[in-house]
């Protein structure tokens, strides 16, 4: 409506005070309830933005628990199987699984390279004790048909597990 039009119709028609009791009153006016569907989707479209960038910025590592699913895949995919052994009492296991595995450009890398399996030392004693471990944390490389390639021991900060991934890499 133009302004002279708008302070016509102000001028002709006295100010009438609606109530919830009137007959045309409702609950959102048309206007209210535009920019409740505005926000409204305009906020579903961010947590959706916000969600799948989320899952491109880093893949998170899917661990096998099974040493014989972890080698039934990686002769399937023909990649290698990182094996990343910890105990649930051990501090660096747990500071390893925090800081290293969780880290955007580990994940991404060992997603696409790796086929993995998490070993528990405890729970998992009898497999441990197979491959000769002393301590914890340790990560371990096997071939896709499972011969042994190369074992770490200790906790490995991402940037040198980066380095190391990529080195056993170029080696194949």
Request: proline share 6%; glycine share 6%.
């Amino acid at each position: 409506m133009e302004p002279s039009k708008l302070a016509g119709a102000f001028l002709r028609k006295p100010l009438q005070r609606r109530t919830i009791a009137s007959q045309d009153a409702k609950p959102f006016n048309h206007l209210g309830m535009n920019l409740m569907t505005q926000f409204a989707s305009r906020f579903v479209l961010a947590l959706a933005l916000f969600a799948s960038l989320s899952t491109v910025a880093s893949a998170e590592i899917k661990w096998k628990r099974s040493p014989q699913a972890a080698l039934q895949s990686a002769k399937t995919s023909g990649r290698p199987i990182l094996v990343f052994v910890s105990a649930q009492w051990c501090h660096y296991c747990t500071k390893m699984k925090k800081d290293t595995w969780r880290d955007p450009q580990v994940e991404r890398s060992v997603s696409q390279h790796f086929e993995t399996l998490v070993l528990d030392g405890d729970r998992d004693d009898a497999v441990v004790r197979k491959l000769g471990l002393r301590g914890f944390p340790a990560t371990l490389i096997y071939t896709p048909d499972g011969r042994f390639v190369e074992q770490k021991g200790g906790y490995m900060p991402p940037q040198k597990t980066l380095a190391w991934l990529s080195s056993l890499r170029k080696q194949r």
